[in-house]
């Protein structure tokens, strides 16, 4: 298993101002799974993905990535176990405001050791359709050229493990296609695993597997049958 959560909790705030938002979730992902994580607004989606990528912590229950238990791990240490492994695509695209698109999409090529990070981050702009924009600061971007900029960013490094909150949801659907097409593509050629939250049916269907969360917790989890999708 990629994943292996158990009875994960995430609560924030204290006494009235408490929000119970992961209610005791059990979710176990295998290499090379894809798996949609669909739900209502508020359900609990962003939160989980943030504790299995180890950028919040749990509040109980365990989260083992990678056979590593993430219980007790300092941020540092939680970005080295990321490191060149495990990207996010995050729902707020969280580039570097003073960094231009190259160099956004550089940095963490540069932290993987990359030979040549700035050639191999203009390859990955040009692939996401921002060969033009290569010097553009975020500010200067549209919102859906600033989640091109965030996926071309987290698939540079070729992760083993792939985190995106609704990547498509700001691209027209043409662009959208695009780059559906450019992630799928970069998993059959890599065999890494997908965590995809998203509303869209048909991009979940694509995926071998579905989960459904309500109110904090898993309400359903299937198998996508490969001939109807
Ligand atoms: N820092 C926080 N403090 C208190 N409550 C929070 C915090 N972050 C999220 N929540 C609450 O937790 C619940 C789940 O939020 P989450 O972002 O995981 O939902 P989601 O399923 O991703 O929704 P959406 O589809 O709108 O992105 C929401 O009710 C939200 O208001
Ligand atoms: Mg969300």
């Known amino acids: 298993m990629v994943i292996d959560a158990r009875n994960v909790t995430l609560s924030l705030g204290s ?16 290499k090379g799974e894809r798996v949609a994580l669909l739900g209502p607004s508020g359900s609990g989606k962003s939160s989980l993905m943030a504790v299995l990528a180890g950028l919040e912590s749990a509040s109980g229950g365990e989260v083992v ?12 240490a939680l970005a080295e176990a990321r490191r060149g492994r495990i ?15 190259l160099e956004n999409v550089a940095v963490p090529l540069e932290l993987a050791g990359h030979a040549d990070p700035f050639a191999a981050a203009a390859s ?3 692939a996401v359709g921002l060969g033009h924009r290569l010097h553009h600061y975020p500010t200067q971007l549209s919102g859906g050229e600033q989640q091109r ?27 959208g296609d695009t780059i559906v097409e450019l992630l799928f593509g970069c998993l059959a050629e890599t065999g890494a695993t997908l ?35």
Request: proline share 5%.
């Open 149 to 175: 900029v965030a996926i071309a960013r987290a698939l540079g490094p070729r992760p083993a493990l792939l985190f995106a909150d609704e990547p498509t949801g700001n691209l027209d659907a043409a662009t």
């Open 87 to 101: 990207s996010v695509v995050l729902q707020a695209f969280h580039l570097i405001p003073t960094m231009t698109a």
């Open 65 to 76: 990535v990678a056979g590593q238990s993430l219980r007790g791990l300092s941020e540092d």
């Open 124 to 126: 990955e702009l040009t």
């Open 15 to 30: 006494g009235e101002a408490r929000v119970d938002i992961l209610r005791g979730v059990d979710v176990a992902v295998r």
């Open 195 to 229: 965590i995809l939250i998203t509303h869209d049916r048909d991009l979940a269907a694509r995926c071998d597997r579905i989960i459904t969360m309500r109110d904090g917790l898993i309400a359903s989890d299937t198998l996508t049958d490969p001939v109807a999708a």
